[in-house]
Structures are given as structure tokens and as C-alpha cells.
């Protein structure tokens, strides 16, 4: 089955700095790559998803993803940080078959400082 | 807000009730998903529907019973839990399951907090 690996469980940031959140999948086949995010007590929010049409994914709120398919890399960046920025992300890959679930990485929490 | 709505918002229960979570959602969507998920863990697989129909249990407990009346409607009784099946659960829906929609993702709702006593 394919999988995710989120380097990093803690990353943090000053506000207006760059946001590096960093997924690498396996999978020697393209893969179904999404970027969810979690606020406090609050459900998974999608924020981009890969679709091969493109490798750069730009997604909500200023985020936006570049799939490297030479280095097995989905990563999350937004250019300048915003204490709203602050929450749970998860990268995740959707297996294929008709089982189609969803699996996840263990997550980053965005911590966002003044 | 979110298109999927569950019910309710939080819910604690002893350990010889039987309680039941709701799941609900308008978006015509034919998969429908129950996953759980422990504090600062990500969430994990429950159960899969997939035009009503239970297509993945992932060696769930049967305290857990799954049951899609309907393609609107997802529910999870609970019956006889123990304390460490304290965790939020979390519905999400797809358009429908198999290769042609891979790259649907899956929209989630706010989740039910459980508490189990």
C-alpha cells in the first residue's frame, strides 16, 4: 500500500515568514496526493490535492504544493505566515483500486509566533 | 462551514450504554467513510460504504456497527465501549470509490468528540 512520511511533527514560524511543510510518498506509480489542514476541534479541511496536469498545485489561503516525482516529494509552502496559519496539516495519499481509501501522514503542527 | 454535518458535536457515554453518532450530507456523493482519531495522532479507517454498501472494515471491534441506510445517511452505533475508544470521529464523503475518481478528495465533517466513562 502506498504511504506518506511527514518529516517534522513541530515546525515554527514568525509571522511573515516562509512556511515549509515537507511529505514524501512512496509509490512507484503517480500517486494521489492531498494537503489537508485541522484548526482546534474542527474537522480535516482540504487544502490542495495533485492531479498530474500540473506540478505546482496552488491551493487555498496562499498555500501551495510542487510534486517532485525524482525526489518523492509533495511539499507544502506558503510564502508568508499568518498567526491564522496555525493548525494540524496533514499530507495524505489515496491508494488505488477500488478500495480507494485514504491514508495519512502523522501530521506537522504549524506553530506561527510575532 | 461544511457540507457534511454530524451529530452530535460531543457525547460521552458509560461503558454499558448504547449510543449512536449521525452522519449526513446533500452533496449526492455515493462513498461515505467513519474514521477515528486519537489526540495528536492523524486519523485512521474505520469503515468504508459504497453505494450503501460496506466495502472495507478495518478489523473494527464489533462495539462499532456501521449502518448507511441511505446514500445521505451514515451512522455508528456504539455499544459496550471502553475507555480508550475515547477519540474523535470523524465522516468524510467522496463522489464514489474506484479509478476514475482517485483524485476526488474526501470532504470531512467537524466530527463527533467521544468521551467514554
Known amino acids: 500500500a502506498q504511504s506518506v512520511t511527514q518529516l517534522g511533527s513541530h515546525v515554527s514560524v514568525s509571522e511573515g515568514a516562509l512556511v515549509l511543510l515537507r511529505c514524501n510518498y512512496s509509490?512507484?506509480?503517480?500517486?494521489?496526493l492531498f494537503w489537508y489542514v485541522q484548526y482546534p476541534n474542527q474537522g480535516l479541511q482540504l487544502l490542495l490535492k495533485?492531479?498530474?496536469?500540473?506540478?505546482l498545485v496552488k491551493g487555498i489561503n496562499g498555500f501551495e504544493a510542487e510534486f517532485k516525482k525524482s525526489e518523492t516529494s509533495f511539499h507544502l509552502t506558503k510564502p508568508s505566515a499568518h498567526m491564522s496559519d496555525a493548525a494540524e496539516y496533514f499530507c495524505a495519499v489515496r491508494n488505488t483500486g477500488t478500495a480507494s481509501k485514504l491514508t495519512f501522514g502523522t501530521g506537522t503542527r504549524l506553530q506561527v509566533t510575532l | 462551514d461544511t457540507e457534511v454535518t454530524q451529530t452530535p458535536k460531543h457525547l460521552v457515554m458509560g461503558m454499558t450504554n448504547k449510543k449512536s453518532l449521525k452522519c449526513e450530507q446533500h452533496?449526492?456523493?455515493?462513498?461515505m467513510y467513519w474514521y477515528k482519531q486519537k489526540a495528536k495522532k492523524p486519523p485512521e479507517l474505520m469503515f468504508v460504504?459504497?453505494?450503501?454498501?460496506?466495502?472495507i472494515n478495518e478489523s473494527v471491534p464489533s462495539r462499532f456497527s456501521p449502518e448507511c441506510p441511505n446514500s445521505s445517511l451514515l451512522n455508528l452505533h456504539l455499544h459496550a465501549l471502553q475507555p480508550e475508544d475515547s477519540a474523535l470521529y470523524l465522516c468524510?464523503?467522496?463522489?464514489?470509490?474506484?479509478?476514475?475518481?482517485?483524485?476526488?478528495?474526501?470532504?470531512f465533517g467537524n466530527g463527533t468528540r467521544l468521551t467514554v466513562t
Open positions: 452533496m449526492g456523493h455515493r462513498a
Open positions: 509509490s512507484s506509480v503517480p500517486p494521489y
Open positions: 468524510a464523503s467522496s463522489p464514489r470509490q474506484g479509478d476514475s475518481v482517485k483524485n476526488s478528495p474526501l470532504h
Open positions: 460504504y459504497s453505494y450503501e454498501k460496506l466495502s
Open positions: 495533485y492531479t498530474s496536469a500540473a506540478t
